[in-house]
């Protein structure tokens, strides 16, 4: 299994980014895929999950209207558009398969003036 995250960067504030994570050796759509971030000293944290056949999402509270999770099945790859950034969004952005041991390498995301 390989999960390689690409797309982070430095924005302002109010800036957007899309990130994405291109998965190979699983099938990919049978599965459902998690966004996670984690920022300097804090616990890494769900930020929205989607299933395998993109008809379901979730996010956490503090995204919800901001980000949206999408995925193409035919290109076996995941995404997340990131909107409206805060300088709270700073992070390590992780895809994972969800509810498996499989992670990315993860992607930087700095939302700074």
């Known amino acids: 299994v390989q999960l390689v995250e690409s797309g982070g960067g430095l924005v302002q504030p109010g800036g957007s980014l899309r990130l994405s994570c291109v998965a190979s050796?699983?099938?990919?759509?049978?599965?459902?895929m998690s966004w996670y971030r984690q920022a300097p000293g804090k616990e890494r944290e769900l930020v929205a999950s989607?299933?395998?056949?993109?008809?379901?999402?979730n996010y956490a509270e503090s995204v919800n209207g901001r980000f949206t999770i999408s995925r193409d099945n035919a290109k076996n790859t995941l995404y997340l558009q990131l909107n409206s950034l805060k300088p709270d969004d700073t992070a390590v952005y992780y895809c994972?398969?969800?509810?498996?041991?499989?992670w990315g390498q993860g992607t930087q995301v700095t939302v700074s003036l």
């Open positions: 994972r398969r969800t509810s498996f041991p499989d």
């Open positions: 050796g699983f099938a990919f759509s049978y599965y459902g």
């Open positions: 989607i299933a395998g056949s993109g008809a379901g999402a």
